[in-house]
């Protein structure tokens, strides 16, 4: 009895497949390789900081608010209440009007007699963002300020803010640039001559007082449009910052200038993202080498909490790093600086009769915006 040669044939023809053509082999998962974390050994006293300028200048102008109310009371009443002094720092509250005064100063090389603490308020502020990134927006601003600490508010009572859509987030962020160019093309298609006129109209006079007055005598509309923006800002960080402050936007022009960057060092980075994450302007830190966006407020959450040492540093040209403390000695030293030469060189007050704000004060909202040409 024979038996079949079938299975031979079978075994061998599979011998020679596995000859010609070999198994794969097993899949195996190639893991980029973790890098070492070389932890940092300084500590890190950035938003100390940070919040202490926050709170000096958000005091600050508190104080100074509280002093101009009771100013305008005492010009209301023709010297009944207190007589108490005007306080020029109101006039930072006045960004076109610092921007006008800015103009002027370079057509003239004069400055106005009119708010002339405005323009050295605003060309403080425009220089730190130009020097310093954009700085005023993070550690100066006090609308800044209550705009961070109430998305703060919402994120550790409802444990998370919400991140719009790209193509919504991208659309009203230019909404501050189109409200800044519109201010912008205003003022720039005024000349000189225009710009004292209108600081010297009864409307230019006590433009300050109508500001307030908008508060203390808040309409319905207005009242909710800003109960609105406080809600917004609760669930969507820096939701007034982010979207609709044209001095804000102005201030972010300035700062693509800046010599200082946001820098990551890739070869110490052990990419845990942990910068990103407390970005408050939702930069993606863990991605690029350089921080060059004009969102970028110089706040150095980013920097504060990286744990790597030198992964992540403020630096100036050359890659040099930049510590905190000269950030926030270079913010004080051109604030103080630029305030105190106004003050030395008594170019800080308005100096105006009494009179005249005896007269204008009591009757500031039947004051009218003067027409082109006027």
């Not at 998962?29 to 070492?36: F, G, L, V, Y």
């Not at 990134?133 to 994120?155: H, N």
């Not at 106004?342 to 009179?355: I, V």
Request: aromatic share 12%; charged share 15%.
């Amino acid at each position: 009895m024979s038996t079949s040669p079938e299975p031979i044939h079978r075994n061998a023809d599979r011998a020679s497949s596995d000859v010609l053509c070999p198994a794969a082999p097993p899949l195996v998962s190639i893991a980029t390789p973790r890098k070492k974390l070389v932890r940092r050994t300084d500590r890190d006293y950035s938003q100390q900081l940070r919040l202490g300028f926050q709170l000096a200048f958000l005091a600050l102008n508190v104080w100074i608010g509280v002093q101009f109310y009771q100013w305008v009371r005492w010009a209301e009443t023709e010297g009944v209440t207190p007589t108490v002094a005007r306080p020029a720092g109101i006039e930072g509250w006045l960004p076109i009007a610092g921007l006008m005064q800015f103009k002027y100063v370079l057509l003239t090389g004069e400055v106005p007699r009119i708010h002339p603490a405005g323009f050295f308020l605003f060309t403080a502020f425009l220089l730190m963002s130009f020097l310093l990134r954009k700085s005023f927006c993070g550690w100066l601003c006090p609308v800044g300020t209550l705009s961070e600490y109430l998305w703060k508010l919402g994120r550790s009572t409802f444990r998370r803010n919400f991140a719009l859509p790209r193509w919504l987030d991208l659309g009203l962020r230019s909404l501050k640039y189109l409200l800044l160019g519109f201010f912008a093309y205003a003022v720039f298609s005024m000349s000189a001559a225009a710009i004292a006129e209108f600081l010297t109209t009864p409307y230019g006079l006590i433009v300050d007082v109508r500001m307030l007055n908008f508060f203390r005598y808040l309409g319905g509309t207005a009242a909710f449009v800003i109960l609105g923006l406080i809600v917004a800002s609760i669930f969507v960080q820096n939701f007034w910052c982010r979207y609709l402050c044209p001095y804000g936007a102005l201030m972010g022009i300035a700062a693509l200038l800046s010599p200082l960057r946001i820098t990551r060092r890739e070869p110490a980075c052990i990419d845990c993202a942990k910068c990103a994450k407390v970005c408050p302007a939702a930069l993606p830190v863990d991605k690029l080498v350089q921080i060059r966006s004009a969102e970028c407020t110089g706040c150095l959450e980013c920097i504060a909490v990286c744990p790597a040492k030198d992964a992540l540093v403020l630096a100036a040209p050359g890659k040099r790093a930049v510590p905190a403390w000269s950030m926030a000695a270079g913010i004080a030293i051109i604030f103080f600086g630029l305030v105190g030469y106004a003050k030395l060189t008594r170019r800080w007050d308005t100096q105006l009769p009494k009179q005249v704000y005896f007269q204008l004060v009591p009757t500031a909202g039947e004051q009218q915006h003067p027409a082109p040409g006027e």
